[in-house]
């Protein structure tokens, strides 16, 4: 069964450090979603990607983070300066539309700053 | 600003038990996610809905979009749907989440 597949499952960086989580999600789809769930919260939105653009983004998808899919089938979140307040688990997701499709998730990335 | 409740947060059963978990929200949606995540933190997705009711194996889900609300059922529970069970709902190019649903059960 395809599924989305998240690289590293776990990092620890320093605070101030440039980070860059990876994705691939499933071959055929064609939206990206970057979400995000800190330690006992819920699981937030950060970014849609479709047609190699941001269509969407939240508040918290300050001028320190960028999308990028570089090379038509890794799908990949950098934060620029890490905060501490980064520390959290990130989720890539993909879908084949917008409207209703299911979207697959990747297992997460915890992101531990330090 | 668009919410998504449920409720209850937390639920213990027995095995063998009927479980319900209930959501609403706020404001119109075009659809509307079940999900699972287990401790490990992987989110897995179980129904999407529109209208009407789905069911897969023991669970069920239904939803009314006039009354803003769906629920998700399980029947004859058992210890492995320990977990918890979100509902999000999408809404523009996003899925907005619940804070989650707790669930164990007990052998």
């Known amino acids: 069964e395809p599924e989305v597949t998240q690289t590293p499952s776990h990092q620890v960086t320093q605070m101030g450090q440039e980070v860059i989580l990876r994705c691939v999600p499933i071959?055929?789809?064609?939206?990206f979603y970057w979400y995000r769930q800190i330690l006992g919260q819920k699981v937030e939105f950060l970014v849609s990607?479709?047609?190699?653009?941001?269509?969407?983004k939240s508040e918290i998808f300050d001028d320190q983070f960028s999308v990028e899919r570089p090379d038509g089938s890794n799908f990949t979140l950098k934060i620029r300066s890490t905060k501490l307040e980064d520390s959290a688990m990130y989720f890539c997701?993909?879908?084949?539309?917008?409207?209703?499709?299911?979207?697959?998730f990747g297992q997460g990335t915890r992101l531990t700053v330090v | 600003k668009n919410e998504v409740e449920q409720s209850p947060q937390n639920l213990t059963a027995q095995e063998g038990e009927f479980i319900t978990i209930n959501c609403s929200y706020s404001?119109?949606?075009?659809?509307l996610h079940w999900l699972q995540q287990h401790p490990g933190g992987g989110i897995v997705s179980l129904f999407m809905?529109?209208?009407g009711k789905k069911k897969h194996g023991r669970l069920i889900a239904t939803i009314n979009i006039q009354e803003k609300h769906s629920s998700l059922h399980i029947t004859a529970s058992h210890p492995r749907d320990s977990a918890v069970y979100i509902c999000?709902?999408?809404?523009?190019?996003?899925?907005?989440f619940g804070t989650g649903t707790r669930l164990q059960v007990f052998p």
């Open positions: 997701a993909s879908s084949v539309s917008v409207a209703n499709t299911e979207a697959f």
């Open positions: 071959s055929n789809h064609l939206y």
């Open positions: 990607f479709y047609n190699n653009e941001i269509s969407e």
């Open positions: 404001v119109g949606i075009s659809a």
């Open positions: 809905l529109s209208s």
């Open positions: 999000a709902v999408r809404f523009t190019d996003k899925l907005i």
